[in-house]
T-cell receptor
């Protein structure tokens, strides 16, 4: 079956702009979570959606937001980009219970200049 | 609250040698634990998971991990390293709140010398 698809793979944006990243989960998975990966901070949880509802949110400013559609596809948005937002953004798809594994997309590499 | 500590940001082994990557967890309840591998410019791939069944868990590519409650450890091992094992490895624990959230360790980069 198809894996997790993230688009685009690479993005270059200018400070102050906004960006939208997309994630299509594995068919049948209703949970989509997002992580930010940087060399300094490692893998940090952004938020998780399950059946269109945000169930959890990490410690990120309000500039980071997300949503999930009825087909489980998810988007995350970052407004007013800062240089420090440059990172690999990873989307993970799962069945949504703690004893199940997450399947990750290849990520979107965002560079803010 | 759950947390994970990975000892050693870099581990270097010779091809054919034993691989041992360390992970210690902190959890107030029986944890669900995972090991993931990440190759350059890629996402994370699941190696194995512990979900309170057998304490010795076998994963893909010859890796295995043993859950030791008394030591709060979940170390990853492979008897014989291969050049293709060079990657970054992450240990993670699943948050036990009413959502799906993985809490990751800081990662260990495995270098395999020919």
């Amino acid at each position: 079956k198809a894996g997790v698809t993230q688009t685009p793979r690479y993005l270059i944006k200018t400070r102050g702009q906004q960006v939208t990243l997309s994630c299509s989960p594995i068919s049948g998975h209703r949970s989509v979570s997002w992580y930010q990966q940087t060399p300094g901070q490692g893998l940090q949880f952004l938020f998780e959606y399950f059946s269109e509802t945000q169930r959890n949110k990490g410690n990120f400013p309000g500039r980071f937001s997300g949503r999930q559609f009825s087909n489980s596809r998810s988007e995350m948005n970052v407004s007013t980009l800062e240089l420090g937002d440059s990172a690999l953004y990873l989307c993970a798809s799962s069945l949504g219970s703690p004893n199940t594994e997450a399947f990750f997309g290849q990520g979107t590499r965002l560079t803010v200049v | 609250a759950q947390s994970v500590t990975q000892l050693g940001s870099h581990v270097s082994v010779s091809e054919g040698a034993l691989v041992l990557l360390r992970c210690n967890y902190s959890s107030s309840v029986p944890p669900y634990l995972f090991w993931y591998v990440q190759y350059p410019n890629q996402g994370l791939q699941l190696l194995l998971k512990y979900t309170s069944a057998a304490t010795l868990v076998k994963g893909i590519n010859g890796f295995e991990a043993e859950f030791k409650k008394s030591e709060t450890s979940f170390h990853l091992t492979k008897p014989s390293a291969h050049m293709s094992d060079a990657a970054e490895y992450f240990c993670a624990v699943s948050s036990m709140d009413s959502s799906y959230k993985l809490i990751f360790g800081s990662g260990t980069r495995l270098l395999v010398r020919p």
